[in-house]
């Protein structure tokens, strides 16, 4: 710590600490990414199969159109590596199963239709964009009837 000699012992941490790598830590529950992100994201995205989004009216949003597809999409997509943070929970309190082989495989199920659907969405594919909506809802299902209210129970949420 040749560099920091005559630093105060506080600043000398806070020089340090300032270096260390960012931190990647889940901030919410599942329910909320899922409520933030992937409800929405479905919404956007399975529209588009069915109007074109040039013709839906932009309700002041200046990212509306195809443009607001493919962010949608990218954004399912980059919903997969949040999913799989370790430390997350779920609303119930129980931890999020990131280390069970089905919900691993989901969450990339997830990265792959939203990447498949950011590439429809740039070539305004809405026949692509119908089928990947099915794929995708297909993949929310599978995980909802395993992870979701088992038995209709919130407190059987998220156990592995
Ligand atoms: C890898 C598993 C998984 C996938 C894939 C998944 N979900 Fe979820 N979802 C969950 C779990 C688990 C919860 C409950 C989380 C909690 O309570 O914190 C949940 C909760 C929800 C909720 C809130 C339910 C409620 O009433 O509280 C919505 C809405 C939702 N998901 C939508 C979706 C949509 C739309 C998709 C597909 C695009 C999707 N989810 C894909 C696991 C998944």
């Known amino acids: 710590m040749k560099l920091l000699d005559g630093v105060p012992a506080l600043l000398a941490t806070m020089l340090v600490g300032a270096c260390q790598a960012p931190v990647i830590q889940p901030h919410g529950t599942v329910n909320e990414l899922m409520i933030g992100i992937l409800e929405p994201g479905t919404n956007v995205v399975g529209n588009a199969a069915f109007q ?27 919903s997969a590596g949040l999913l799989l943070i370790p430390g997350r929970a779920c609303s119930n309190g129980q931890p999020a199963p990131v280390d069970q082989e089905d919900w691993i495989e989901w969450t990339a ?31 929310c299902t599978d995980c909802h009837v395993r992870y979701l209210d088992v038995d209709g129970e919130p407190g059987n949420r998220c156990m592995p």
């Open 52 to 78: 074109d989004p040039e013709a839906q009216p932009s309700l002041g949003n200046p990212y509306a159109g195809w443009p607001g597809v493919e962010s949608a999409a990218v954004a399912m997509a980059e």
């Open 109 to 139: 199920d997830l990265r792959e239709t939203g990447l498949a659907s950011y590439e429809a969405a740039r070539r305004k594919d809405q026949d692509a964009l119908f089928d990947l909506s099915e794929r995708l809802l297909a993949t």
